[in-house]
């Protein structure tokens, strides 16, 4: 989220992947077994000794003693060497254990703030290890976290001395130009998404940046580009298959188990583990017409108040976000960034407006690849900056909202501060509160208020500035986005999921009793 030029179109750029060991990647069959293989030692023996490939799998593989972990509740736990043993050779995949490369790369996530320790990651190849991996957990009553993209700015994507299960290797889209579907494997990221469905032409709402993980950003919710055309990511869903916290496969449609289809849509993770998204997809001209205009600091006021009215009669082809922002080194500006998905000869009557302001310090609207845009947004050193951040659901803009902001912002030096909002609208609000598990359907911006640090730095002052300026912007908000909520209380999750809740908590008390999938924005069972 480095550029400023689009940070009012690319609010989710806060999920990252990280690359795994390519070599522990490769192997499909049992490392231990292979390992123990002529072939392994050959292989090894042409390989440097840093990289030998029996020594690295036998060290990733291998069980040498029971291990360290703690269940759900905090309580320590032993886990017998053999019983883990026996995990790691039931999966097609890979078991990390501490002391491993490959571990310490997988139990990242992108905000580097978050340093935890799981005790053992499981990354499954398949359905038959997500379920393997979760009966195991549930077994010995670990703590779970399930990492996809390891964009959860509040590191609920892993966990000290549980089990991670990391979804990086469950990967694969297949798109159906005909049906216009697009199969989607749990692990993928969105980038796969957009580039297969949209040889094709086609297109479904996947966010705004290509490495972010199609599991966490489906399940909460799923806004981007086109969401104001197309719906949210969880509205254009048609079937997911999923492994629920007793380790069975169950596959929810409108046909198929629909309670649980409904719940998975905007309940985010606390039923289970989708292994196989199916998304409805959409006809889309491959070029947009997307960009910004920065206005001075000293016009936020009349910016913004701008913004709020031109964003309530927008087309629904039309997405368009604002902010203030201050960027590293740079003054403080107003922003507006627009991506429109309409017919191009449209266009630029739909934008002209915005020109007329303010006085525009630096316009780059232009026709661009969909998919170009997409990546546009991608972080390319994500571990080199701590983020804080809060978040809530607004409304119409009123002109207190405007003056609080404006008041309060404050540029840090050699830091990045910013207040920006994602529209809503058009198709997302005119679905029903109570047809999926989302119920903030009435909403026009999702507001964040967020600081960015060079790691090494301390924070404290930053942190301490957005928790003051949030007492006045919270009370403009109404509700959050359950993939943005970083310290929310139990209380507070709750009451957000509004006249859904109790829906939610019937079926967490069906699928997942026992809480086993609880690091989320958590639907507590009363089982």
Same mark, same amino acid.
């Given at each position: 989220?480095?550029?400023?030029?689009?940070?009012?179109?690319?609010?989710?750029?806060?999920?990252?992947?990280?690359?795994?060991?390519?070599?522990?990647?490769?192997?499909?069959?049992?490392?231990?077994?292979?390992?123990?293989?002529?072939?392994?030692?050959?292989?090894?023996?042409?390989?440097?000794?840093?990289?030998?490939?029996?020594?690295?799998?036998?060290?990733?593989?291998?069980?040498?003693?029971?291990?360290?972990?703690?269940?759900?509740?905090?309580?320590?736990?032993?886990?017998?060497?053999?019983?883990?043993?026996?995990?790691?050779?039931?999966?097609?995949?890979?078991?990390?254990?501490?002391?491993?490369?490959?571990?310490?790369?997988?139990?990242?996530?992108?905000?580097?703030?978050?340093?935890?320790?799981?005790?053992?990651?499981?990354?499954?190849?398949?359905?038959?290890?997500?379920?393997?991996?979760?009966?195991?957990?549930?077994?010995?009553?670990?703590?779970?976290?399930?990492?996809?993209?390891?964009?959860?700015?509040?590191?609920?994507?892993?966990?000290?001395?549980?089990?991670?299960?990391?979804?990086?290797?469950?990967?694969?889209?297949?798109?159906?130009?005909?049906?216009?579907?697009?199969?989607?494997?749990?692990?993928?990221?969105?980038?796969?998404?957009?580039?297969?469905?949209?040889?094709?032409?086609?297109?479904?709402?996947?966010?705004?940046?290509?490495?972010?993980?199609?599991?966490?950003?489906?399940?909460?919710?799923?806004?981007?580009?086109?969401?104001?055309?197309?719906?949210?990511?969880?509205?254009?869903?048609?079937?997911?298959?999923?492994?629920?916290?007793?380790?069975?496969?169950?596959?929810?449609?409108?046909?198929?188990?629909?309670?649980?289809?409904?719940?998975?849509?905007?309940?985010?993770?606390?039923?289970?583990?989708?292994?196989?998204?199916?998304?409805?997809?959409?006809?889309?001209?491959?070029?947009?017409?997307?960009?910004?205009?920065?206005?001075?600091?000293?016009?936020?006021?009349?910016?913004?108040?701008?913004?709020?009215?031109?964003?309530?009669?927008?087309?629904?082809?039309?997405?368009?976000?604002?902010?203030?922002?201050?960027? +590293?080194?740079?003054?403080?500006?107003?922003?507006?960034?627009?991506?429109?998905?309409?017919?191009?000869?449209?266009?630029?009557?739909?934008?002209?407006?915005?020109?007329?302001?303010?006085?525009?310090?630096?316009?780059?609207?232009?026709?661009?690849?969909?998919?170009?845009?997409?990546?546009?947004?991608?972080?390319?050193?994500?571990?080199?900056?701590?983020?804080?951040?809060?978040?809530?659901?607004?409304?119409?803009?009123?002109?207190?909202?405007?003056?609080?902001?404006?008041?309060?912002?404050?540029?840090?030096?050699?830091?990045?501060?910013?207040?920006?909002? +994602?529209?809503?609208?058009?198709?997302?609000?005119?679905?029903?509160?109570?047809?999926?598990?989302?119920?903030?359907?009435?909403?026009?911006?999702?507001?964040?208020?967020?600081?960015?640090?060079?790691?090494?730095?301390?924070?404290?002052?930053?942190?301490?500035?957005?928790?003051?300026?949030?007492?006045?912007?919270?009370?403009?908000?109404?509700?959050?986005?359950?993939?943005?909520?970083?310290?929310?209380? +139990?209380?507070?999750?709750?009451?957000?999921?509004?006249?859904?809740?109790?829906?939610?908590?019937?079926?967490?008390?069906?699928?997942?009793?026992?809480?086993?999938?609880?690091?989320?924005?958590?639907?507590?069972?009363?089982?």
């Amino acid at each position: 989220m480095g550029d400023w030029r689009m940070v009012c179109i690319t609010i989710n750029a806060r999920c990252v992947d990280f690359p795994h060991n390519k070599i522990s990647q490769g192997i499909s069959m049992n490392r231990r077994r292979f390992c123990q293989s002529s072939l392994a030692a050959a292989v090894a023996a042409s390989l440097p000794a840093t990289q030998s490939l029996a020594a690295l799998l036998n060290h990733l593989t291998q069980v040498t003693s029971d291990v360290n972990a703690v269940t759900g509740d905090g309580a320590e736990v032993t886990l017998k060497q053999a019983a883990v043993q026996e995990l790691a050779d039931s999966l097609r995949g890979n078991l990390l254990l501490p002391g491993s490369e490959a571990y310490e790369t997988a139990r990242m996530v992108l905000n580097p703030t978050i340093d935890k320790r799981p005790a053992l990651i499981a990354q499954p190849m398949g359905s038959a290890d997500v379920s393997d991996a979760v009966s195991f957990a549930r077994q010995e009553n670990l703590l779970v976290a399930v990492k996809c993209g390891g964009h959860s700015m509040a590191g609920k994507s892993t966990c000290d001395g549980g089990m991670m299960i990391d979804l990086s290797l469950l990967r694969s889209v297949r798109v159906d130009p005909i049906a216009r579907t697009a199969r989607v494997a749990g692990g993928s990221l969105l980038g796969e998404l957009d580039h297969d469905s949209m040889a094709y032409g086609l297109v479904t709402t996947a966010g705004t940046v290509s490495h972010t993980g199609v599991g966490g950003i489906t399940l909460g919710g799923g806004f981007g580009r086109v969401a104001r055309k197309f719906g949210l990511s969880l509205d254009n869903v048609l079937a997911v298959d999923i492994i629920t916290a007793d380790g069975k496969f169950h596959r929810a449609s409108a046909d198929d188990n629909p309670e649980l289809y409904w719940g998975v849509r905007g309940g985010g993770g606390n039923f289970g583990i989708v292994t196989s998204f199916e998304f409805q997809l959409h006809p889309m001209h491959r070029k947009v017409i997307a960009g910004s205009f920065i206005f001075p600091f000293s016009k936020a006021r009349n910016i913004m108040n701008f913004f709020g009215e031109y964003a309530d009669s927008a087309p629904d082809e039309l997405h368009v976000g604002g902010g203030v922002v201050a960027e +590293q080194g740079q003054d403080s500006v107003a922003v507006i960034g627009v991506v429109y998905c309409g017919p191009h000869d449209k266009a630029d009557a739909v934008i002209a407006p915005i020109r007329t302001a303010g006085t525009v310090i630096k316009e780059d609207v232009k026709a661009i690849d969909y998919v170009a845009l997409q990546k546009s947004g991608d972080i390319d050193d994500p571990r080199a900056n701590g983020s804080y951040l809060k978040s809530g659901f607004t409304g119409k803009f009123t002109s207190q909202l405007v003056d609080d902001l404006v008041d309060t912002f404050e540029a840090h030096p050699g830091r990045s501060t910013r207040v920006v909002f +994602q529209q809503s609208g058009g198709a997302i609000g005119r679905v029903p509160d109570d047809a999926t598990a989302f119920p903030h359907r009435e909403s026009k911006h999702n507001m964040l208020s967020f600081v960015n640090w060079p790691m090494g730095t301390d924070p404290s002052q930053h942190i301490a500035y957005i928790r003051q300026q949030w007492k006045s912007l919270e009370p403009h908000t109404r509700g959050f986005y359950t993939n943005d909520f970083f310290t929310e209380t +139990q209380q507070q999750v709750n009451a957000n999921y509004r006249g859904n809740y109790t829906r939610l908590v019937n079926l967490k008390n069906q699928y997942d009793p026992t809480n086993l999938f609880r690091l989320n924005a958590n639907v507590r069972p009363t089982a």
